[in-house]
């Protein structure tokens, strides 16, 4: 078969056709230099290969590279191994300082913005809704200041605890990193590309299991246990933070009903986990599936699902846990299969009306106040 030009594996790559480029003998090529394609880099690259880059655009310059046989696979590998050791040493001077920091967010609270959109939330409950000039000003300060705040510390964690994360794995002896920030591409592990997602246990996935094995709806049956022991239930709460508070109520209950009641939920909880540990797929797909529009994309994925068993609220905390995460990814990495052709998945996207395929991996990491 032939093999793709430059021009094609663009496309494909643009379109998320990763298991076409892989199948193509210059697939991995092509995706280890796009991993190096920013302007720095893959303009220092060309020139350390010494070709000719005068009047080059960064793109004109990528394709030179990928067309160039005088540079072979290694000398690419080794060029992304030199610039990572460099980022790497740069990062190790403060990364137990950065660790420290971010211990100190002690609640992770997005201040009620819709779906983690500060924009959103401003636009739908502030803009769309508030016709008096006063009243807005008010809210401004009042609640769009904690949402502001929330959104912010969030995403400040998220970005910095991300960092921390994906460098155990570039880490890594079988995993080739890649340069700075590159859409859909983290690193290579044995010569697959991988994004790395790092989660927690979805609960809208939660909740649908709950329902098909019979519990119910959630927050219906924390309603009517807290009826019947007489807690009372605010009406002026979304249902995510009534159910927050309820639980925190039931929780601190010491009846023997609501500790009877906490401990059937989490046993329902624990039982749901462990069945998508032992059958991976489902979940998988049900994360391609359910991923947001804008940010649609099908490329291989490596999920890493961080889960506290005894309060899955606060797994958000595993984040900056380091050492226990780089134990257990480093254990996991260690034993992973050299044949990643198990790591084969497929799924169906409704608003393309089309079937994708990928590879994919999921680690479980938990803990619980034990470890």
């Excluded at 009243?135 to 995403?155: A, D, F, M, Q, V």
């Excluded at 590879?359 to 470890?371: R, V």
Aim: aromatic letters at 12%; one cysteine or more.
């Amino acid at each position: 078969m032939r093999s793709k030009n430059f021009e094609e594996l663009v496309k494909l790559f643009n379109t998320n056709r990763f298991d076409i480029i892989e199948k193509d003998s210059r697939g991995i090529r092509f995706l280890k230099l796009r991993s190096i394609s920013r302007s720095d880099t893959i303009k220092e690259f060309a020139i350390q290969n010494q070709l000719d880059i005068r009047d080059l655009n960064v793109n004109s310059i990528f394709k030179l590279c990928f067309e160039d046989y005088s540079i072979n696979e290694n000398h690419i590998d080794n060029y992304i191994l030199e610039k990572y050791k460099i980022e790497r040493e740069s990062r190790k001077r403060y990364e137990n300082k950065l660790i420290n920091e971010m211990y100190k967010l002690e609640v992770f609270n997005w201040g009620g913005s819709n779906g983690n959109s500060l924009e959103k939330n401003i636009v739908n409950n502030y803009v769309k809704k508030i016709t008096s000039y006063q009243k807005i000003n008010e809210e401004i300060e009042g609640n769009l200041l904690s949402s502001l705040r929330g959104y912010t510390l969030n995403s400040w964690y998220n970005h910095w605890t991300s960092i921390l994360i994906e460098d155990i794995f570039k880490d890594h002896k079988t995993v080739l990193p890649t340069i700075g920030l590159i859409k859909k591409i983290d690193f290579f592990i044995q010569n697959t590309p991988f994004d790395l997602k790092v989660t927690y246990f979805p609960e809208a996935f939660m909740k649908d299991k709950l329902k098909e094995n019979g519990y119910g709806v959630e927050l219906t049956r924390i309603k009517q246990i807290c009826r019947e022991l007489e807690i009372f239930i605010p009406k002026d709460l979304k249902d995510d933070a009534l159910k927050i508070l309820l639980l925190k109520k039931l929780k601190e209950d010491q009846r023997n009903e609501a500790k009877l009641f906490i401990a059937y939920l989490n046993q329902c909880k624990k039982e749901i986990i462990n069945q998508s540990m032992q059958n991976h797929n489902e979940l998988k797909v049900w994360l391609y599936e359910n991923q947001g529009e804008m940010r649609f994309d099908a490329s291989n994925r490596f999920f890493l699902i961080l889960i506290n068993e005894s309060d899955l609220s606060q797994s958000w905390k595993l984040k900056r846990n380091i050492n226990f995460l780089r134990e257990n990814i480093n254990n996991y990495l260690d034993s992973l299969n050299s044949n990643l052709e198990t790591l084969n998945t497929s799924f169906f996207w409704k608003k393309d009306n089309e079937t994708y395929h990928c590879k994919s991996d999921i680690l479980f990491i938990k803990f619980t106040e034990n470890n």
